[in-house]
């Protein structure tokens, strides 16, 4: 009985390594970190009374780090809750065990508790940071993050709308924000995986077609924003569905720019990047380029004139092979950056898709 059973896990080992998938990012993976054993924080941890297992360990600091809380939880019993009515708060997830040219992807559900929206209320920092608006319902912010860049993720909170928290010291000498917005954001549901080639099919861009989100699109943001909003999403004028997002440049702004959450790409390929957009004044010359990684360099760029009336674009793009120097690597993540000229200008767009060609021929 003992020598069948070696045999079939001879076999079964043998049918493995002929197996193995030419991605080998396919295999099933180890958790990358303690709290992906409890994802959906509903654990405690027996070392630490009142804390969950995996998780950063200030709980039960006053004023400080997160709470552990049933009053955040999406799905189980629990969840944890970051209170920044007092000042910003953080928590983040270091020591990860990340192989160096890999591509992960963070996520958690988050939703946020205040009237007021927001446009980039919830930061998430892998080595740079990603920006998430508020949301009251429950809303699932990504990042994605290179081994080689970062072996941490950082989620932090600003109850201060476009630019820094400002300080004042009251009577006692406490620290108190002036002018801050009372910030509660649940969060619950994390995860951290390595992407598989599964993850370079389809439409790269999450939540293409803007649906998703109140007011503000989840994981894009305008860079021009200080004072301003910049951009939201638009119930009224829209290719499809029922949203589409809308760039507003400033009176007093010559142009405004739009960056992309991160998509996932691979060296040596020949993308397809399609998009409807329409503009408010005649003759809005946008310029579009994709960014490797954090680099303020560009390896792609295009300029588009966009139509008073929605118009489909098409562009096309390739990566660089990794025997180049230039190169990011085997796999990287890029973002896409709009920029739309003119004072008081408004652009539109719907219906993006990023795909890899090979799937299109
Ligand atoms: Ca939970
Ligand atoms: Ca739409």
């Not at 909170?157 to 009251?170: H, I, Q, S």
């Not at 409807?276 to 760029?301: C, P, Q």
Request: with cysteine; charged share 25%.
């Amino acid at each position: 009985m003992r020598n069948t059973r070696n045999a079939l896990f001879a076999l079964i080992v043998a049918t493995c390594l002929c197996a193995e998938p030419m991605h080998s990012a396919d295999a099933p993976q180890a958790p990358a970190a303690p709290f992906a054993a409890n994802p959906s924080v509903e654990r405690e941890d027996p070392a630490r009374p009142g804390s969950p297992i995996g998780y950063p360990g200030s709980v039960s600091r006053q004023n400080a780090g997160y709470q552990w809380t049933e009053q955040a939880a999406r799905s189980g019993r629990m969840g944890v809750r970051l209170d920044s009515t007092e000042g910003g708060r953080t928590l983040t997830f270091q020591d990860l065990d990340l192989a160096p040219d890999a591509l992960y992807r963070f996520s958690v559900w988050y939703r946020t508790r205040q009237q007021d929206p927001q446009p980039r209320i919830l930061w998430l920092r892998a080595p740079k940071y990603a920006k998430y608006p508020t949301s009251r319902e429950w809303t699932k912010a990504t990042i994605l993050l290179k081994g080689s860049d970062t072996d941490r993720v950082t989620l932090a909170t600003l109850p201060f709308e476009n630019g820094r928290a400002k300080y004042v010291e009251d009577a006692q000498g406490e620290r108190r924000l002036v002018n801050g917005v009372p910030l509660i954001v649940d969060l619950d549901d994390f995860e951290l995986r390595k992407l598989t080639s599964q993850d370079f099919r389809g439409n790269l861009f999450q939540n293409p077609g803007f649906e998703h989100g109140d007011l503000f699109p989840p994981g894009w943001y305008a860079v021009y924003s200080a004072g301003q909003r910049g951009i939201f999403l638009d119930d009224r004028d829209k290719h499809s569905g029922d949203k589409s997002l809308r760039v507003e440049v400033a009176e007093d702004k010559s142009t405004q720019a739009l960056t992309s959450n991160r998509l996932p790409l691979e060296a040596d390929q020949v993308y397809h990047l399609s998009f409807w957009m329409k503009a408010k004044e005649r003759f809005t010359e946008v310029n579009i380029r994709l960014h490797a990684g954090e680099s303020s360099d560009y390896f792609f760029e295009e300029t588009i004139e966009a139509e008073q009336d929605w118009t489909r674009h098409d562009l096309f793009f390739e990566t660089l092979p990794v025997s180049n120097r230039q190169s990011p690597g085997r796999t990287f993540y890029a973002t896409v950056r709009f920029r739309i000229p003119g004072q008081g200008n408004v652009a539109w767009l719907d219906d993006m898709a990023l795909v890899n060609f090979d799937e299109e021929l």
